[in-house]
């Protein structure tokens, strides 16, 4: 499938020993940068377009900085960021690199608390300022915070209104500097609360900074701010007075996973990076809940406490699909499911021909997909090759088991990802050339005219490769007969939870839609769906629902997989050409524990993602569907 730009990365530790101890047990304090920059490695699939660390120390004096920030734009971010860090340790003797003592007091990014982020941005915006971690400033210690995230909130609009209502002056419209101030605000409000504490206790100078660091909770600056935001989001945070904390939303849209044992407390986005950068088993890391938030104190100190009350289980299924790294336990097994039970679907789709049909995937994260799809063939042609044996009626020959144990499954790397589009050229024609170009496939890998081609791809959403690349290349085998699948049902409906797929008219399942309505003469629904939306607006979100949903209503899915073909079809292909989707059922049954549907069904967990979806519709058109209406 063609690339989505989709939610970010996230990675924090927390050392509970002094640097010394992990100089003495492995060679160097630098444990905790070391263990985060492969944290993040190991992550970069959840970011390209750039990332971002910070650091805080626990014990400096005054006039020395204690909270430190690195960050970079491109693909080779991680490793600009760290070689960035690691230049300020060129010019030491081995005898100061090995003094975790110096290092705790003379060196930057020698301390104890560090977080990461790789980011993927979801709103069009570009620039270092954008990106991850964003840090507030004062000399309370305090009152520094340092904030990233993975999340998207759909109600910006709200929760700016009110902290400007509150006096508050942002300096940037965007989610993530609306929830730092937010944050910073309410942060700078219980700082005060123990300053007036601490007085009233009769404590003065430095005893009042103790009291302030020793005592702040997190848990009040969560319990403050969260509850205002409507979106999927794991938030993760560091103070300067050495607060740790992660939260992940009340719907459970986005994930989370922490470890603790005596030596280090850590959190990441995905459970198979801990597991690989600590040597852990599947069972010791644990998934942060939905409502929580993963909290460590100054001291140490580690719990996860409820914030909010969970509003959902909505955890997103798609992040299983295609967003997720495939070495997770559970989800390799996921992903082999969803190739499994598309078989039939198939089957009937090549006409029950399995001797003539070979059977690939579009790299590369269908590859699991394709390896289920496989095995449940192989299940098919053995219980084809036992009902034969015993349909014999007699001791079979060994050229009889033969003929019969020789029918197998039929498995080509047909399609190969060549090049990438060279973007220095900006004519249109030269482009589109490229672009059909990006895609290989391997020549002689089946008989021409005669075998079937399956190939299996994890989603389809614009269809843009397909039209561009995929299709035409394909064709050159000349097989009987194209069966494109994917993984995932038809993705119909915007994602407003992290991933840059927020307009109607991207996906090729929504103008597969407005086509048939138009092929129909069925104006009327379009322009009553539009009315009705703008109905719905004038609602409270609470009694908002999705009516775009209504669009889909008189069509089947057959009907829009066909009129797909007729969409994506290149000019000058004449093979036939099969889409077979994912069922909403399949998904289910493959992936129970991840409900969040809504790209395929418009099931929003939310009330700002029925709000926007709404929206969406209106915007679509007033936009594109007018104008297209005037030629």
């Known amino acids: 499938m063609e690339q989505l730009k989709h939610e970010c990365g996230v990675a924090m530790i927390r050392l509970l020993k002094p640097l010394e101890y992990y100089q003495q047990k492995y060679g160097t304090w630098m444990y905790g940068l070391n263990k985060l920059y492969l944290m993040m490695e190991k992550q970069h699939n959840r970011g390209q377009e750039g990332a971002g660390m910070a650091c805080v120390k626990l014990e400096t004096e005054p006039g020395n900085e204690y909270m430190f920030r690195e960050r970079a734009m491109g693909s080779n971010a991680i490793t ?316 079979p020959s060994h050229e009889e088991l033969e003929e019969i144990m020789g029918q197998y499954v039929r498995s080509e790397k047909v399609a190969i990802k060549d090049i990438k589009l060279r973007t220095f050229i900006t004519e249109g024609n030269s482009r589109n050339d490229l672009a059909a170009h990006v895609y290989d496939i391997t020549y002689g890998s089946l008989e021409k005219y005669v075998d079937n081609l399956v190939v299996i791809d994890d989603s389809i959403v614009r269809g843009t490769t397909l039209k561009e690349s995929i299709i035409k290349i394909l064709d050159r085998l000349h097989p009987h007969k194209i069966v494109i699948v994917s993984s995932s049902p038809q993705i119909r409906y915007p994602d407003y939870y992290g991933i840059d797929m927020s307009r109607l008219e991207e996906f090729i399942a929504f103008r597969a839609c407005i086509q048939l309505l138009k092929d129909r003469g069925m104006y009327n629904l379009i322009d009553d769906t539009y009315h009705n939306c703008k109905l719905e607006l004038k609602k409270p979100k609470s009694e908002m629902r999705n009516c775009v949903q209504d669009l889909y209503k008189p069509f089947t899915v057959a009907e829009l997989n066909d009129k797909m073909v007729q969409m994506l079809r290149p000019v000058g292909v004449s093979t036939p050409i099969e889409l077979v989707y994912q069922s909403i059922e399949g998904l289910h049954t493959a992936i129970p524990k991840h409900k969040g549907d809504w790209y395929f069904t418009g099931d929003y967990p939310t009330e700002g993602g029925m709000k926007l979806v709404n929206q969406a519709f209106i915007s679509y058109i007033e936009e594109v569907y007018i104008n297209e209406q005037k030629f």
């Open 80 to 395: 600009e960021i760290f070689g960035t860090v690691q230049r300020n340790f060129v010019n030491l003797s081995p005898e100061q690199l090995a003094d975790s003592e110096y290092a705790r007091r003379e060196l930057p990014f020698a301390g104890e608390l560090y977080m990461g982020h790789l980011r993927y941005s979801t709103t069009g915006k570009r620039g270092l300022q954008y990106v991850h971690p964003f840090l507030r400033r004062n000399n309370w210690r305090a009152k520094n915070l340092c904030l990233c995230g993975n999340f998207y909130m759909t109600n910006i609009d709200e929760v700016f209104g009110k902290i400007t209502a509150q006096g508050q002056y942002p300096r940037i419209y965007s989610d993530s500097y609306i929830m730092l101030e937010q944050m910073g605000h309410r942060l700078d409000r219980e700082v005060e609360r123990n300053f007036v504490e601490a007085q009233n206790n009769g404590l003065e100078g430095k005893n009042i900074t103790k009291y302030i660091d020793d005592n702040v909770k997190m848990s009040n600056v969560l319990k403050t701010t969260m509850p205002d935001f409507d979106g999927g989001f794991v938030v993760c945070g560091l103070t300067g007075s050495g607060e740790m904390f992660a939260m992940r939303d009340p719907w459970g849209i986005r994930p989370a996973f922490w470890y603790k044992n005596d030596e280090i407390a850590v959190l990441a986005s995905e459970r198979p990076v801990i597991q690989t950068t600590f040597e852990l088993e599947c069972e010791d890391v644990q998934e942060l809940q939905p409502g929580t938030a993963l909290l460590v104190r100054r001291n140490g100190d580690c719990a996860v406490e409820r914030i909010m009350d969970q509003k959902g289980d909505k955890a997103c299924s798609f992040e299983r699909i295609y967003f997720s790294r495939g070495s997770d336990r559970d989800i390799y097994q996921e992903r082999k499911k969803l190739g499994e039970q598309l078989v039939p679907q198939i089957l009937k789709a090549v006409d029950y021909d399995t001797d003539h049909t070979v059977f690939s995937f579009i790299p590369n994260t269908a590859e699991v997909a394709f390896y289920g799809m496989l095995g449940g063939f192989k299940k098919h042609i053995n219980e084809q090759k036992i009902r034969k044996i015993e349909s014999l009626g007699h001791k």
